[in-house]
Protein backbone atom coordinates (compact mmCIF):
# COMPACT_ATOMS: atom_id res chain seq x y z
CA UNK A 1 0.00 0.00 0.00
CA UNK A 2 2.70 2.50 0.87
CA UNK A 3 3.97 2.13 -2.64
CA UNK A 4 1.18 3.37 -3.92
CA UNK A 5 0.50 6.42 -1.91
CA UNK A 6 3.58 8.27 -2.77
CA UNK A 7 3.04 8.97 -6.49
CA UNK A 8 -1.03 9.92 -4.84
CA UNK A 9 1.15 11.93 -2.44
CA UNK A 10 3.13 13.74 -5.19
CA UNK A 11 0.74 14.41 -7.34
CA UNK A 12 -1.79 16.02 -4.77
CA UNK A 13 1.36 18.18 -3.67
CA UNK A 14 2.19 18.99 -7.47
CA UNK A 15 -1.98 20.33 -7.70
CA UNK A 16 -1.67 22.26 -4.30
CA UNK A 17 1.10 23.83 -5.64
CA UNK A 18 -0.47 24.65 -8.79
CA UNK A 19 -3.37 26.39 -6.68
CA UNK A 20 -1.19 27.60 -4.73
CA UNK A 21 0.68 29.21 -8.02
CA UNK A 22 -2.80 30.28 -9.55
CA UNK A 23 -4.21 31.86 -6.10
CA UNK A 24 -1.13 34.14 -6.41
CA UNK A 25 -1.56 35.23 -9.88
CA UNK A 26 -5.12 35.96 -8.99
CA UNK A 27 -3.75 38.07 -6.18
CA UNK A 28 -1.07 40.15 -7.98
CA UNK A 29 -3.92 40.77 -10.92
CA UNK A 30 -6.46 41.62 -8.12
CA UNK A 31 -3.58 44.17 -6.40
CA UNK A 32 -2.51 45.40 -9.62
CA UNK A 33 -6.48 46.04 -10.86
CA UNK A 34 -6.71 47.49 -7.38
CA UNK A 35 -3.76 49.80 -8.18
CA UNK A 36 -4.64 51.05 -11.51
CA UNK A 37 -8.07 51.67 -10.58
CA UNK A 38 -7.10 53.56 -7.75
CA UNK A 39 -4.77 55.55 -10.20
CA UNK A 40 -7.47 56.32 -12.56
CA UNK A 41 -9.47 57.21 -9.71
CA UNK A 42 -7.02 59.96 -8.49
CA UNK A 43 -6.25 61.58 -11.64
CA UNK A 44 -10.26 61.99 -12.52
CA UNK A 45 -10.25 63.70 -8.89
CA UNK A 46 -7.54 65.92 -9.78
CA UNK A 47 -8.67 66.47 -13.17
CA UNK A 48 -12.02 67.63 -11.96
CA UNK A 49 -10.45 69.67 -8.88
CA UNK A 50 -8.00 71.52 -11.72
CA UNK A 51 -11.48 71.82 -13.30
CA UNK A 52 -13.06 73.71 -10.40
CA UNK A 53 -10.12 75.66 -9.49
CA UNK A 54 -9.55 76.81 -13.24
CA UNK A 55 -13.58 78.11 -13.69
CA UNK A 56 -13.02 79.97 -10.02
CA UNK A 57 -9.81 81.50 -11.74
CA UNK A 58 -11.62 82.48 -14.74
CA UNK A 59 -14.70 84.19 -12.86
CA UNK A 60 -12.37 86.11 -10.94
CA UNK A 61 -10.42 87.12 -13.50
CA UNK A 62 -13.47 88.19 -15.40
CA UNK A 63 -14.80 89.82 -12.80
CA UNK A 64 -18.01 90.18 -10.27
CA UNK A 65 -20.89 90.34 -13.17
CA UNK A 66 -23.81 91.03 -10.31
CA UNK A 67 -23.70 94.92 -10.50
CA UNK A 68 -24.96 94.92 -14.45
CA UNK A 69 -27.73 96.86 -14.81
CA UNK A 70 -30.62 95.32 -17.12
CA UNK A 71 -33.28 97.32 -19.25
CA UNK A 72 -36.15 95.72 -21.31
CA UNK A 73 -36.13 97.00 -24.81
CA UNK A 74 -37.73 95.92 -27.82
CA UNK A 75 -35.79 95.91 -30.82
CA UNK A 76 -36.33 96.64 -34.64
CA UNK A 77 -37.65 100.27 -33.22
CA UNK A 78 -36.38 102.10 -36.24
CA UNK A 79 -36.81 106.38 -35.94
CA UNK A 80 -35.31 109.29 -38.17
CA UNK A 81 -33.86 112.38 -36.32
CA UNK A 82 -32.20 112.70 -32.40
CA UNK A 83 -33.59 110.80 -29.87
CA UNK A 84 -34.25 111.51 -25.66
CA UNK A 85 -32.53 108.18 -24.33
CA UNK A 86 -33.89 107.45 -20.44
CA UNK A 87 -30.26 105.83 -19.58
CA UNK A 88 -26.58 107.90 -20.25
CA UNK A 89 -25.07 105.74 -22.42
CA UNK A 90 -28.22 104.57 -24.06
CA UNK A 91 -28.45 100.49 -24.02
CA UNK A 92 -31.55 100.39 -26.16
CA UNK A 93 -34.97 101.71 -27.38
CA UNK A 94 -35.59 103.78 -30.74
CA UNK A 95 -32.46 104.18 -33.03
CA UNK A 96 -31.63 105.19 -36.22
CA UNK A 97 -31.93 102.85 -39.38
CA UNK A 98 -28.58 103.11 -40.13
CA UNK A 99 -26.40 101.38 -37.57
CA UNK A 100 -22.54 103.10 -36.43
CA UNK A 101 -19.70 101.34 -37.84
CA UNK A 102 -17.68 98.70 -35.39
CA UNK A 103 -14.53 100.13 -34.15
CA UNK A 104 -12.68 102.83 -31.91
CA UNK A 105 -13.79 106.27 -32.20
CA UNK A 106 -11.20 109.58 -30.51
CA UNK A 107 -14.94 111.57 -30.73
CA UNK A 108 -18.31 111.31 -29.52
CA UNK A 109 -20.54 109.21 -31.69
CA UNK A 110 -24.03 109.80 -32.82
CA UNK A 111 -26.54 108.02 -29.95
CA UNK A 112 -29.49 106.99 -32.00
CA UNK A 113 -26.79 105.32 -34.95
CA UNK A 114 -24.30 103.53 -31.67
CA UNK A 115 -27.84 102.08 -30.56
CA UNK A 116 -28.44 100.19 -33.91
CA UNK A 117 -25.13 98.65 -33.13
CA UNK A 118 -25.92 97.45 -29.93
CA UNK A 119 -29.05 95.37 -31.49
CA UNK A 120 -26.49 93.96 -34.06
CA UNK A 121 -24.73 92.83 -30.69
CA UNK A 122 -22.00 95.36 -30.38
CA UNK A 123 -20.67 95.95 -27.10
CA UNK A 124 -19.84 99.97 -26.32
CA UNK A 125 -17.49 101.09 -24.41
CA UNK A 126 -17.78 104.73 -23.42
CA UNK A 127 -15.59 107.00 -21.54
CA UNK A 128 -15.23 109.99 -20.00
CA UNK A 129 -13.42 112.61 -22.52
CA UNK A 130 -11.03 113.60 -19.74
CA UNK A 131 -9.70 110.16 -19.37
CA UNK A 132 -6.28 110.10 -19.28
CA UNK A 133 -4.73 108.56 -22.78
CA UNK A 134 -3.26 105.75 -21.02
CA UNK A 135 -6.26 104.58 -19.77
CA UNK A 136 -7.84 104.99 -23.31
CA UNK A 137 -5.20 103.29 -24.57
CA UNK A 138 -5.48 99.98 -22.37
CA UNK A 139 -9.26 100.48 -23.53
CA UNK A 140 -8.50 99.77 -26.98
CA UNK A 141 -6.26 97.07 -25.96
CA UNK A 142 -8.81 95.26 -24.09
CA UNK A 143 -11.60 95.17 -27.18
CA UNK A 144 -11.65 92.62 -29.70
CA UNK A 145 -11.44 93.86 -33.12
CA UNK A 146 -15.20 93.10 -34.25
CA UNK A 147 -18.88 93.88 -32.61
CA UNK A 148 -17.09 96.17 -29.99
CA UNK A 149 -17.15 100.34 -29.92
CA UNK A 150 -14.90 102.83 -27.91
CA UNK A 151 -15.97 106.03 -28.15
CA UNK A 152 -15.55 109.48 -25.63
CA UNK A 153 -19.13 110.42 -23.82
CA UNK A 154 -20.31 113.80 -23.56
CA UNK A 155 -23.31 113.72 -21.69
CA UNK A 156 -23.46 112.25 -17.79
CA UNK A 157 -22.30 108.70 -17.08
CA UNK A 158 -22.75 106.73 -13.25
CA UNK A 159 -18.66 106.31 -14.02
CA UNK A 160 -15.40 106.90 -15.36
CA UNK A 161 -16.20 103.90 -17.91
CA UNK A 162 -19.31 102.53 -18.77
CA UNK A 163 -19.66 98.99 -20.86
CA UNK A 164 -22.71 98.83 -22.77
CA UNK A 165 -24.73 95.99 -24.77
CA UNK A 166 -28.50 95.88 -25.47
CA UNK A 167 -30.52 96.07 -22.64
CA UNK A 168 -26.99 96.15 -20.27
CA UNK A 169 -25.05 98.19 -18.82
CA UNK A 170 -21.94 97.93 -16.21
CA UNK A 171 -20.13 101.33 -14.83
CA UNK A 172 -16.53 100.01 -14.77
CA UNK A 173 -13.88 101.82 -11.79
CA UNK A 174 -11.51 102.23 -14.65
CA UNK A 175 -9.94 100.85 -17.59
CA UNK A 176 -8.38 98.03 -15.67
CA UNK A 177 -11.36 97.06 -13.92
CA UNK A 178 -11.47 92.99 -14.70
CA UNK A 179 -15.14 92.96 -15.41
CA UNK A 180 -14.67 95.30 -18.68
CA UNK A 181 -13.43 91.23 -20.00
CA UNK A 182 -16.16 89.92 -18.66
CA UNK A 183 -19.10 91.65 -19.76
CA UNK A 184 -17.59 91.78 -23.64
CA UNK A 185 -17.36 87.53 -23.22
CA UNK A 186 -21.03 87.47 -21.89
CA UNK A 187 -22.97 90.11 -24.05
CA UNK A 188 -21.00 90.14 -27.30
CA UNK A 189 -22.83 88.60 -29.74
CA UNK A 190 -24.89 87.21 -26.36
CA UNK A 191 -28.02 85.91 -25.94
CA UNK A 192 -30.22 89.48 -25.33
CA UNK A 193 -29.12 90.83 -28.85
CA UNK A 194 -32.11 91.04 -31.12
CA UNK A 195 -30.42 90.46 -34.52
CA UNK A 196 -27.08 88.18 -33.77
CA UNK A 197 -25.18 88.71 -36.55
CA UNK A 198 -26.04 91.95 -38.50
CA UNK A 199 -23.33 93.49 -39.76
CA UNK A 200 -20.87 95.87 -37.97
CA UNK A 201 -19.81 97.36 -40.86
CA UNK A 202 -21.11 99.50 -43.66
CA UNK A 203 -22.80 102.13 -41.60
CA UNK A 204 -22.13 105.47 -40.53
CA UNK A 205 -19.19 107.29 -39.17
CA UNK A 206 -18.97 109.07 -36.34
CA UNK A 207 -20.35 112.06 -38.61
CA UNK A 208 -23.46 109.99 -39.19
CA UNK A 209 -22.19 109.95 -43.08
CA UNK A 210 -22.43 106.85 -44.65
CA UNK A 211 -19.21 105.14 -45.36
CA UNK A 212 -18.28 104.03 -48.97
Known amino acids: MSKKSKPTSARD ?4 QARRDQQA ?22 MVGYAVVSEADD ?13 DYEGGNHVQGEIDY ?31 SLEHGT ?3 TYDPELPDSEVEKLEQALPDTYTLL ?11 VASAWGHQLALES ?24 ACTGGVDASGVVSQ
Open 13 to 16: ARLA
Open 25 to 46: KERRRTYLLVGVTAVIIVAIVA
Open 59 to 71: REAAGDLAAVKEY
Open 86 to 116: QESPPVGGEHNPIWLNCGVYDEPVPNQHAVH
Open 123 to 125: VWV
Open 151 to 161: SPYEGEMPSKV
Open 175 to 198: ADDPRLQGFIKEYRQGPQTPEPGA
